[in-house]
């Protein structure tokens, strides 16, 4: 009998975090379930399968849970070895993309924080953790990049699962704070990425609509 291979994925549509998931998903073909939850009103579900953090996204497979979006992305990588690998074999690599990955995180969180901002001070202090962080992701990803470049399609990586997961809603964003985030002639190597990225089918599958996403922010 085949073996069981059940995959629920529970999420939230504007959700960064979930994008990833989903992203990971689709890229390597694996069938899913999905769940929208309500996160004002956790359903008992999300309540049992993440009882520590209590958030999305949560996977769940053959009915084990799985959370934190970074482990599942490992998780689905180390089930699924069908190709596209989301971690490079070579352990070195591997701990390169691991890193970085890392560091758009922080950019998420820097980027998260301007939308949190209480007052014009902690504000502008995001604002410069923010860009003081897409300087550093320009640098530090033409070394990277040059040496492990992008095999283009929709055979994407961890890294970039992470980058456009990050970075792909900068147009509403900038829609919303009247301002540049992603400039392409400050940030011309992240502007190419992200937008060569959003361009994907699979990355427009499951993008939520410029509107939405601004009547959201
Ligand atoms: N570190 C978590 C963050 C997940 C997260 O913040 N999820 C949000 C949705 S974007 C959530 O479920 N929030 C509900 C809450 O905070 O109560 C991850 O990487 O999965």
New binding site residues.
Partial sequence: MAKENKVVLHG?W?????K??ELALKIKGIPFEYVE?D??N?SPL?LKY?PV?????VLVHNGKPI??????LEYIDETWRNEPLLLPQDPYERARTRFWAGYV?QLLDSTGKLFNSEDKERYDKACKDMFEKLDVLEDGMKKFLSENPRTGGESMDLLDIMVVATLGAFRAQEEFLGMKILDPDKHPLMYQWVTTLMELPVVQEVTPSHDSLVSFL
């Fill in positions: 939230l504007s959700s960064t975090y979930v990833r998931v939850e996160v004002l956790k999300l993440n953090h209590k958030k999305v996204p959370v934190e979006s970074l482990v599942i995180q």
